[in-house]
């Protein structure tokens, strides 16, 4: 299928350890570039028109027979359907089982509290779209590597984004997008090093129906 013209309709860089919302119109593109690599994006999605339907990550594994996201891959919601899919990638795998860093997780799992975490970012994104506490769900980690060995080990591990490194994401219904750019200092989720990303959301110049 041909690449619709498009243009930029909103291109931010969003400071290390800062959250970043916005609703895309369905057909519009964002990509989140890792400018300076090993960044993990804490990352959630909602239905714009009733945001009681979120992102599902059970459901987007099951029904791509996988736990790691990458090209083609779907994120479903509760209700099954998808909200946005990943249309180009330069990492290869993405996490959906790490969840997103918190004061109370990083007292029980570090003993300190941290100067700021996903889980709170999440939450100030979330208060400016009516939204808080009951509707954080298991997070997408863009960038951030969750590698699971057979006997079940799971842990988070050096990441193998590189400087540039993006993924281009296109809504597949009118849909509220809420990030976190990691300030985990703990584990290796933003290389012991938060820095910036940038998100640009390019705007299609066709009229795109919900995919069913
Ligand atoms: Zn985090």
Redesign the pocket.
């Known amino acids: 299928m041909p690449i619709a013209p498009a243009t930029i309709r909103l291109d931010e860089i969003v400071p290390p350890k800062t959250g970043w919302s916005q609703i895309l119109a369905t057909g519009e593109q964002l990509k989140i570039v890792d400018l300076e690599g090993e960044q993990?994006v804490?990352f959630l999605a909602y239905a714009a028109e009733d945001p009681a339907e979120r992102y599902n990550a059970a459901d987007t594994m099951k029904i791509a027979g996988s736990i790691f996201l990458t090209t083609g891959s779907r994120l479903y919601s509760d209700k099954g359907r998808p909200l946005l899919t990943i249309i180009e990638d330069t990492v290869g795998f993405h996490d959906t089982i790490g969840g997103?860093?918190s004061r109370e997780s990083n007292i029980a799992r570090y003993g300190k509290p941290g100067e700021a975490?996903?889980r709170d970012n999440f939450l100030g994104q979330l208060k400016g779209h009516g939204l808080g506490k009951r509707d954080i769900v298991a997070n997408i980690n863009f960038f951030m590597a969750v590698p699971v060995l057979p006997d079940g080990a799971m842990a988070i591990a050096d990441s193998r984004s590189k400087p540039g490194d993006y993924v281009l994401l296109r809504a597949e219904t009118d849909v509220l997008v809420v990030l976190?750019n990691?300030?985990?200092m703990f584990n290796p989720?933003a290389g012991y090093k938060p820095t910036p990303i940038r998100c640009v959301i390019y705007s299609t110049n066709e009229k795109k129906e919900a995919v069913r």
């Open positions: 993990a804490d997103c860093c975490n996903c976190s990691c300030p985990q989720a």
